[in-house]
């Protein structure tokens, strides 16, 4: 029986391949069928039958002979047992022939065809990969051929010199997963690492800043070039110029861009190209030149001559982009080296975006690696070449081994060399981000087989790289800290899924994976990660439980701030791990920090890396006893970039490993939850991520938004999951559900309202905004006339040049026309990095897609690689091609579009269009009892009627009369409800209520400061009476702000000066505060007559201010909100005086008793006599107390 399986399908699993070498290829083969029925035995005398090569082909003759000698088999001329090598025209069903083979195993031959020696030499490889552990290979035909024709790496031995021998190594190894670019980074401002017998001055001491004296000799660069090529591998070496050139100019005493420098540099690149002649490429860099490189000549002199003469030696050339501009048929190649990095039309293009592997972790970077596309490409073409992906060396390390181990050289690679070699991706780096999905298969396969490699090919390699698929965690939303990392929270107290602090619910999403990125950064931009949109000052914790089948001893891979190895930071200070003062418990004992090594306070990337990162440094050993053990982190973070260390990653990497540090500890379970069963987990999983992303959206009709009636199909698959949780599953049943609600959640994604298309009837009118970027200025695309650049304008409502439609175009893509000119459209003609014009429009042109952003309800507009970019001042706000088609991070690709107008509408318009504002109106809107809020049960209300509303409309065909009807219900029902959100309590002599009263600006509290004080606000304390107010009503209708006793109230004073003071409260009847809701809620302005409170800003001590002139709505130190934080009893149910009632000193905060020890065996009951338990929070509503001989009553909110 014959089982067919295809690599773009989905992965070749382990239970659907019988044979264990199949089990463990890599990369993955695009085509197999297995036989398992028959077998091929190496251990017996093969006759080989191969071509002859020349010295300079792959080879395969060697290889193979090898490899038999390997298995114990033998060489024989007439063995019946043949190895057959044919050269063919064609590999039938491959994509790419230029590299395809085909293997065919049967019982006595061993078949390989390819089209070229290089595709045999590949077929060879997998050969290896298949007998790893057996010399007994399965019956099987892989059809197999690369993606894209380039997939490399490249050293920087320009600023660290390698050995020669390591070099050759990496090679060696890296064939066997056809790897097939080795990128020869060989000059650079601290060396010229090539030796030169024309200006043998290069290579002087005197022209080192760095590893003086150590270069490669002609010889050596001879003999790596034929090395490679014998292994199927093509060196392109780089002579950057004229930037990065401070070796040169050292050794000759002149820049390159003098005349002198010009002619001596035609006569080194003569030279360097006979030494490299067996390799056709040639890189010449271009990027990143500075004044220090200056001279006087111009580079747009120097770069085209340099790049004539090196094509005039044979060879094809390679420029960085960024880096000089080129015209398609001025240079070869381009190799993108940042996130601005964009192809030259017609030119093709080497992708090293987000490919920079010293800026990489251990173990969130390279999911991002794996599962990125190539240039966002699914495969390679003439334009799109493949990848590189770099070990940049800025920062000195202390060995090769070093540069190998923190880069994660060997892992990051197999994962390049799989995507690049299969293609495919789930979208780019940029945009998929860091996070390890739970379900991920396709990762979790490659891990596996990473692994499997790791013990056998790599053995030796130094790869600190463990399983990290199954390692667990929950992560608190971030709290405030206020810019002080030391401030406590919750969790350390106790471990919950939610937490309640200063009146905001704190919830737990799970994360899989031993390194977690909470906010991610590459250059100006971040990448998606844990928080969706992180904030500085903020405290997060991370907890899991590690169940350990017995007592031992481990070793834990730990740190929290990944040092880059281009970065000149400082090493954290002693004692602590981190500047952010990240801390770890286990079992409820600090871990503490090793000693640094570096202790230096002056950046220099001239001083060595030494134990800042965890591959660095001897790891702490850790007892872990039987059963479960907890692990708890805490990571607060100040600014995101500070002095000491220029890009704070706000990050933890945190896994046991095995006592050699090599591998992961056996038998482990990572379970936040403490299950043993890990289907549960990976359910759990899926739920929080479902959940998650309802929590982002939007609910309407509008664009970037969705309707209520997806929702609630994702919402009832996610209660079916929930609801499995507390049943008794076995682990596939949970793993089935997992997978259904992820499917589930996809299919909701895709169900994202786009703009509604128009036709010759009606015409849709939508405005592009880019609300993220300028403020509210300057971000409204208009049009400006044909063939003039698009600008960004204030948006205005009237503006039809503001104004656009969307028609179809080709393919899937939609026409973008202007309201102002019909015939106008916007055009994605122009070049990248210029300014998008509009253009007359006619059938058949270049459409936009939408891609949906991770921000809220935005969009980025592409057509290919072409993307419309807002710019700002610099560039008169124009709209400018620029993101590279996939860009979902700047701000200036998130465009927001609102609907602007309808020609052509009818009353149905009109009433979605209401309904949607209505929703807009709500949507931000949270459920809570305090005042400026809505109930829960008062937003389900109306939010019903909007739906029901919303389905009526889609699923009928109403008159105009019953629209208008409809309209005018709603419109009621949305008065009614604003008119029920919460206003605050007034106390009276059965009932006080205790707020805490915050303002907007910094979340400060107002705080009693003394008798005739002047008022101020801080930081909220918990069961502190001085942030505790309670309002009193007056004879005038107004309120009176005073403490519980009431002792003081807020006094008002003049305009501005004196601040606000607290009087005595001898007679107070008048003159009080009325609470002013702002819209919607949840603010308060607290104003009487033309005095209103404020809170002034941190330069002034938040001193409190009659401020505003009480109609100012908008400053933050002007908006208060209130919440409910005590209630005290003050009568009783039985003739007893008041003053002798023990109850009047309960006390009840956020629905807890908080002084229960002062009342030994009180009693709680409902009105109906039903008995309240008193150890969690109380229900809401009335309730009823005894305590001895004495009764008392109060209502719980």
């Known amino acids: 029986m014959k089982r067919i399986f295809t690599a773009t399908l989905g992965i070749l699993s382990a239970a659907a ?103 045999a030499f590949w077929a ?56 097939n670019i080795f990128h020869w980074h060989l000059t650079e401002n601290q060396g010229w690492r090539l030796e030169s017998k024309v200006y043998p001055q290069l290579n002087g001491n005197s022209a080192f800043s760095r590893h003086p004296g150590q270069y490669y000799t002609i010889e050596q660069a001879k003999e790596l ?41 035609k006569a080194i690149m003569t030279e360097a190209c006979a030494t490299f002649g067996e390799t056709e490429w040639m890189h010449i860099g271009t990027d990143e030149v500075r004044t220090p490189d200056l001279g006087t000549i111009d580079w747009t002199v120097f770069v085209p001559q340099m790049v004539a003469h090196v094509r005039a030696q044979g060879k094809k050339v390679v420029s960085w982009n960024p880096g000089f501009h080129y015209g398609s048929a001025d240079i070869d190649m381009t190799q993108m080296w940042s996130s601005s990095g964009a192809v030259t039309p017609g030119v093709p293009a080497i992708d090293s975006r987000y490919h920079y592997i010293n800026h990489f972790d251990m173990y969130a970077d390279i999911v991002a690696l794996y599962n990125s596309t190539i240039a966002g490409q699914p495969k390679g073409s003439h334009q799109y070449a493949g990848v590189i992906v770099a070990a940049w060396n800025d920062r000195i390390l202390p060995s090769d081994e070093a540069i190998v181990r923190q880069n994660n050289f060997y892992p990051t690679l197999l994962a390049m060399a799989e995507r690049a070699w299969l293609g495919g991706g789930k979208g780019y780096f940029n945009t998929i981000g860091v996070n390890l999905d739970p379900l991920d298969q396709g990762f979790i396969d490659f891990e596996r087989r990473l692994l499997h490699h790791k013990k056998n090919h790599l053995n030796t390699e130094p790869i600190d790289y463990v399983k990290q698929t199954n390692v667990r965690w929950r992560i608190t939303d971030a709290f405030p800290n206020n810019g002080n990392p030391a401030t406590v929270f919750p969790p350390e107290s106790e471990l919950q899924n939610a937490y309640s602090f200063n009146g905001k619910t704190y919830a737990t999403r799970q994360a899989t994976g031993a390194g977690i990125y909470l906010r991610h950064v590459w250059g100006p931009a971040t990448i998606p990660a844990f928080y969706p949109n992180p904030q500085p000052n903020s405290t997060a914790y991370a907890y899991t439980y590690v169940y350990s089948p017995a007592d ?6 730990l740190e929290f701030q990944n040092y880059g190895r281009s970065e000149a930071d400082l090493a954290p200070p002693a004692g602590r791990w981190d500047y952010n003062n990240s801390r770890i418990w286990i079992n409820d004992t600090e871990l503490l920090p090793p000693a640094w090594e570096n202790t230096h306070t002056t950046k220099s990337n001239e001083i060595t890396l030494k134990n800042e990162n965890f591959t660095a440094r001897p790891l702490p050993l850790v007892a872990l006893q039987q059963g479960w053990n907890k692990v708890l982190i805490k990571l607060p973070v100040g600014a995101f970039s500070i002095a000491q260390v220029r890009l704070v990653k706000w990050m933890f990497t945190c896994v046991f490993v ?74 596939t049943v949970y793993e089935q559900e997992a997978t259904a609600l992820t499917a589930a959640l996809g299919e909701f994604k895709q169900a994202i309202n786009l703009p509604r298309i128009s036709n010759a009837k009606k015409k849709y009118w939508y405005t592009l905004t880019t609300p993220l970027r300028n403020g509210n200025t300057n971000n409204t695309i208009a049009w400006q006339g044909n063939n003039i650049a698009l600008k960004g304008e204030t948006l205005s409502a009237a503006a039809h040049k503001q104004h656009w439609k969307f028609i ?10 202007s309201r102002q000119d019909t015939s106008s459209c916007i055009h994605p003609g122009s070049a990248y990095n210029s300014a998008l014009k509009a253009q007359p429009y006619s059938a058949g042109i270049a459409g936009w897609n939408l891609i949906p952003t991770f921000s809220n309800s935005y969009f980025a507009i592409s057509s290919g690689d072409v993307q419309m970019n807002q710019t700002q001042s ?4 124009q709209i400018y091609n620029w993101g590279g088609g996939n860009n979902t991070t700047d701000t200036g690709c998130q465009f927001m579009i609102q609907p602007a107008g309808i020609d052509g509408g009818d009353a149905a318009d009109s009433l979605a269009i209401r309904i949607d504002a209505l929703r807009e109106a709500t949507s931000g809107m949270t459920f809570s009892n305090n005042p400026g809020y809505i109930s829960e049960s008062s937003y389900n209300a109306f939010a019903s009627l909007l739906n029901e509303s919303e389905t009526a409309l889609i699923n009928s065909n109403y008159d105009v009369v019953t629209c208008r009807a409809l309209l005018a219900g709603l419109n009621t029902a949305y008065e009614a409800f604003t008119s029920a959100i919460n206003r605050p309590l007034v106390s009276v002599t059965d009932s006080v209520f205790l707020y805490a009263i915050t303002v907007q600006r910094d979340s400060k509290s107002i705080a009693w400061q003394g008798a005739d004080a002047t008022m101020r606000a801080a930081t909220y304390a918990e069961n502190d009476p001085r942030f505790l107010w309670k309002l009193k009503k007056l004879n005038d209708g107004t309120l009176s702000i005073c403490d519980e006793k009431e002792s003081y109230y807020f006094q008002s004073a003049a305009t501005g000066t004196p601040p606000l003071i607290l009087g005595r409260n001898g007679s107070q009847t008048a003159g009080g505060w009325n609470f002013q809701l702002i819209g919607n809620g949840p603010w308060f302005t607290i104003t009487n007559g033309t005095a209103q409170l404020n809170v002034s800003n941190a330069g002034t001590n938040y001193t409190m201010y009659n401020w505003g002139g009480g109609n100012n709505l908008t400053d933050f130190g002007c908006k208060f909100t209130l919440a409910l934080k005590a209630q005290q009893i003050v009568s009783s149910l039985t003739p007893v005086s008041v003053n002798n ?55 719980v909110y």
Request: glycine share 6%.
């Open 17 to 119: 391949l019988s044979f264990a070498g199949v089990q463990h290829l890599l990369p993955r083969p695009q085509l197999l069928s297995e036989n398992p029925a028959v077998q091929f035995s190496l251990n017996r005398p093969i006759e080989l039958k191969v071509q002859p090569q020349q010295s300079t082909d792959p080879q395969v003759t060697a290889e193979l002979t090898s490899w038999i000698v390997a298995n114990n088999g033998s060489i024989s001329a007439q063995a019946p047992t043949k190895l057959i090598v044919e050269l063919v025209p064609s590999v039938a069903g491959a994509e790419f022939q230029e590299e395809a083979y085909q293997l065919t195993i049967s019982s006595d031959t061993l078949l390989i065809r390819a089209t070229t020696l290089k595709g």
């Open 124 to 179: 060879t490889q997998s050969l290896w990969q298949l007998s790893e552990t057996t010399n007994s290979l399965p019956g099987l035909t892989i059809t197999d051929w690369p993606a894209f024709r380039i997939r490399g790496y490249m050293h920087d031995v320009g600023r660290s010199y390698m050995q020669f021998e390591t070099l050759k190594k990496h090679i060696e190894k890296l064939a066997r997963y056809k790897v």
């Open 225 to 265: 070039v034929r090395f490679a090529r014998q292994r199927g591998i093509t060196v392109i070496p780089e002579i950057d110029m004229p930037g990065h050139s401070e070796a040169f100019r050292k050794a000759m005493g002149h820049s390159m861009l003098t005349p002198q420098g010009l002619e001596e540099m």
């Open 552 to 557: 031992q001893q481990v070793r834990l891979q």
């Open 658 to 731: 095995t006592p050699d540090g090599r591998s992961e500890v056996d038998n482990l379970i990572y379970s936040p939850e403490k299950n043993n069963n890990p289907g549960k987990e990976i359910l759990i999983a899926a739920i929080d991520n479902a959940n998650d992303f309802l929590s982002s959206i939007t609910i309407g009709s509008a664009p970037g938004k969705y309707r209520q009636s997806r929702v609630d199909e994702l919402r009832t698959a996610i209660e079916k999951a929930e609801n499995s949780l507390g049943q008794d599953h076995p682990n």
């Open 808 to 817: 179809p175009a080709t393919g899937n893509s939609m026409a973008i026309v």
């Open 874 to 877: 610099g560039q008169n706000y």
């Open 1141 to 1195: 009632n023990p109850l009047d000193k309960l006390q009840i905060i956020n629905r807890r008793i908080v002084n229960p020890d002062l009342f030994p065996g009180i009693q709680a009951f409902t009105p109906s006599g039903v008995a309240i338990a008193l150890n969690r929070e109380l229900p809401a509503g009335l309730i009823l107390l005894k305590y001895r001989e004495f009764t008392g009553k109060t209502v």
